[in-house]
């Protein structure tokens, strides 16, 4: 047997931990001095504490580390357990860092609220085309609403489109309008690819509308991608013209690195 202390210095735990946890029945020792009430531990019992700390350190709180460990589970279930653990705090991490992006966007955009430039804005005449891809209604226009929408398409569209053996002409587009059955603020979201004229097996055909555009070049991450749509927004709103509430963004540069990439934002305007 080893004491208390040994346990604690082989498992990197403290000691007052073991005596918690002893205390609530977690881990007993195997036996205590009945003169002196020094614990005493089985080496095999680290096996236990192991996965105790392991459960604890994943979220779990004790009362569940207890009702885990005491079913004995095998080390290929506990793996498997941990590991469902671990994907779900990865994506929960993944989560608030893009919160975190969006938040500094929204500061940056509030920051610049008094010197947001309209130098770099251009009109442009769109004539309609032919695309294919897929659509998905989504509660706003924002980066926030639009982001978990359209992302997960885009796998589905590659996929699709490479088993039709079919090349892209041009860049990507995602086309925005307004859908009022879904919400007052909902959007129609369209994720698309000019092929030409082939139809694509599980991929919908969408005429992507012609129109006049207000235009900016956005360099960097889609997360920020809102700041371009103000400028955009006001400059329409400036001029005495008329937002229809579509917008597009055309993916000219896309690289692994987010912020390396190039996206002309345009949303329609009448006159």
Do not use: C
């Not at 506990?78 to 779900?88: D, K, V």
């Not at 955009?109 to 897929?134: C, D, F, K, Q």
């Amino acid at each position: 047997m080893i004491t208390i202390g040994d346990l604690a210095s082989l498992a990197r735990v403290s000691v007052r931990m073991l005596r918690h946890y002893d205390a609530i029945g977690l881990l007993t020792p195997a036996h205590v001095d009945p003169h002196t009430s020094y614990r005493y531990y089985d080496l095999d019992q680290l096996r236990r504490l192991n996965r105790i700390v392991a459960l604890k350190d994943l979220g779990f709180t004790l009362e569940a580390v207890g009702r885990i460990v005491d079913d004995e589970l095998t080390g290929d279930d506990l793996r498997t357990l941990l590991r469902t653990r671990q994907a779900e705090i990865a994506a929960s991490i993944a989560a608030e860092e893009h919160r975190l992006a969006r938040v500094a966007a929204r500061i940056r955009i509030i920051e610049s609220e008094n010197a947001m430039t309209t130098a770099h804005i251009t009109t442009t005449v769109v004539t309609p085309v032919r695309h294919v891809g897929l659509t998905a209604v989504a509660e706003s226009a924002t980066s926030e609403a639009v982001g978990p929408v359209i992302q997960p398409m885009y796998p589905r569209i590659i996929e699709a489109l490479t088993a039709a053996g079919a090349t892209p002409t041009g860049p990507s587009v995602a086309y925005y309008r307004p859908e009022p059955t879904a919400g007052e603020e909902a959007v129609r979201v369209h994720a698309t690819f000019p092929v030409g004229d082939v139809d694509i097996a599980g991929l919908a055909t969408i005429d992507l509308p012609g129109g006049e555009y207000a235009s900016i070049i956005h360099t960097g991450s889609m997360d920020t991608v809102d700041s371009a749509y103000q400028q955009l927004n006001r400059w329409v709103t400036d001029q005495g013209l008329h937002l229809t509430g579509e917008g597009r963004e055309i993916y000219l540069e896309m690289s692994d690195d987010p912020a390396d990439w190039v996206t002309e934002v345009q949303v329609a305007f009448t006159r």
